[in-house]
């Protein structure tokens, strides 16, 4: 089983040409070499194209790098699309997998979440898996209803080791990219539920030692009181994941 750990997730989303990806990880690498980065686990997420640049800077400095999504085939007839061992050949650790984009815009739905779960774990990729309820079901006080749901179906079908290597993200889609952060106290309560469902699904043991990111609209100014809660384990950043100076300022939030 995984340990617990403090991670910072960037999810860079469909920005940045080759050059100016390149002038962010090299700002990112220069900056956690000059500051460090203490004994957080930080994990940098380009678009795929820019994985092999990624992991070679990766394997030089002190960071990971993952994929913002797989496909739940390992190969075939599936144009356009990358596989969960292409991935793991270039030294890909981790996927985002269920993030609330791809399922709004890409009408991904948990059973099709559930396969490629499967298929990054088989090829030891990580997934980050998000999950996270929309503006009106928090409004009708559905989001532990929402949340439990979609745990249900994507990832407790897994058996309890495979389940251990799990990293899980929770993301009020209210909250992405709208400026509008879950307060502190909102996010605890939501993480605290989701470690009390694994448990009640699994054993403590396994609660105890997933990692549980906060993620929507994440930045300095915020970081420090969601890090800070007992059940928060860090942050998976978009927006401020473009910025080397906020992204390492977010890895020294703790
Ligand atoms: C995200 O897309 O995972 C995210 C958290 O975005 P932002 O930080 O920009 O809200």
Same mark, same amino acid.
């Given at each position: 089983m995984a340990e617990r750990q403090k991670i910072v997730a960037g /999810?860079?989303?469909? /920005?940045?040409?080759f050059q100016e990806a390149q002038d962010l990880l090299f700002d990112i690498a220069d900056q956690l070499d000059e500051r460090g980065k203490g004994d957080v686990n930080v994990i940098v997420c380009p678009p795929a194209l820019y994985a092999e640049l990624a992991t070679d800077l990766a394997a030089e400095n002190d960071f990971a790098v993952g994929v913002q999504n797989i496909n *739940?085939? %390992? $190969? +075939?007839?599936?144009?356009g699309e990358i596989s969960a061992p292409m991935l793991a050949s270039m030294g890909v650790e981790y996927a985002i997998i269920g993030h609330s984009e791809r399922r709004e815009?890409?009408? %991904? =739905?948990d059973e099709f979440l559930a396969r490629k779960v499967r298929v990054a774990l088989e090829h030891d990729i990580v997934p980050i898996f998000c999950c996270g309820e929309v503006l009106e079901q928090r409004d009708a006080g559905k989001q532990n209803e929402v949340v439990k749901e979609q745990l249900e179906k994507a #990832?407790? /079908? #897994? %058996?309890k080791e495979d389940f251990g290597k799990l990293v899980i993200a929770y993301e009020p889609v209210w909250a992405i990219g709208t400026g509008r952060t879950a307060t502190p106290e909102q996010a605890q309560e939501m993480h605290a539920y989701i470690r009390k469902l694994i448990s009640e699904k699994y054993d403590e043991e396994v609660a105890e030692s997933t990692s549980i990111l906060y993620g929507g609209s994440c930045k300095p100014s915020n970081a420090k009181g969601l890090f800070s809660?007992? *059940?928060?384990? !860090?942050g998976l950043i !978009? +927006? =401020? $994941? #473009?910025k080397a100076d906020d992204f390492v300022e977010l890895i020294h939030s703790f």
């Amino acid at each position: 089983m995984a340990e617990r750990q403090k991670i910072v997730a960037g /999810n860079w989303k469909m /920005n940045k040409t080759f050059q100016e990806a390149q002038d962010l990880l090299f700002d990112i690498a220069d900056q956690l070499d000059e500051r460090g980065k203490g004994d957080v686990n930080v994990i940098v997420c380009p678009p795929a194209l820019y994985a092999e640049l990624a992991t070679d800077l990766a394997a030089e400095n002190d960071f990971a790098v993952g994929v913002q999504n797989i496909n *739940d085939h %390992e $190969s +075939g007839a599936y144009t356009g699309e990358i596989s969960a061992p292409m991935l793991a050949s270039m030294g890909v650790e981790y996927a985002i997998i269920g993030h609330s984009e791809r399922r709004e815009y890409y009408k %991904e =739905a948990d059973e099709f979440l559930a396969r490629k779960v499967r298929v990054a774990l088989e090829h030891d990729i990580v997934p980050i898996f998000c999950c996270g309820e929309v503006l009106e079901q928090r409004d009708a006080g559905k989001q532990n209803e929402v949340v439990k749901e979609q745990l249900e179906k994507a #990832l407790f /079908n #897994l %058996e309890k080791e495979d389940f251990g290597k799990l990293v899980i993200a929770y993301e009020p889609v209210w909250a992405i990219g709208t400026g509008r952060t879950a307060t502190p106290e909102q996010a605890q309560e939501m993480h605290a539920y989701i470690r009390k469902l694994i448990s009640e699904k699994y054993d403590e043991e396994v609660a105890e030692s997933t990692s549980i990111l906060y993620g929507g609209s994440c930045k300095p100014s915020n970081a420090k009181g969601l890090f800070s809660q007992k *059940d928060i384990d !860090g942050g998976l950043i !978009g +927006g =401020a $994941s #473009l910025k080397a100076d906020d992204f390492v300022e977010l890895i020294h939030s703790f």
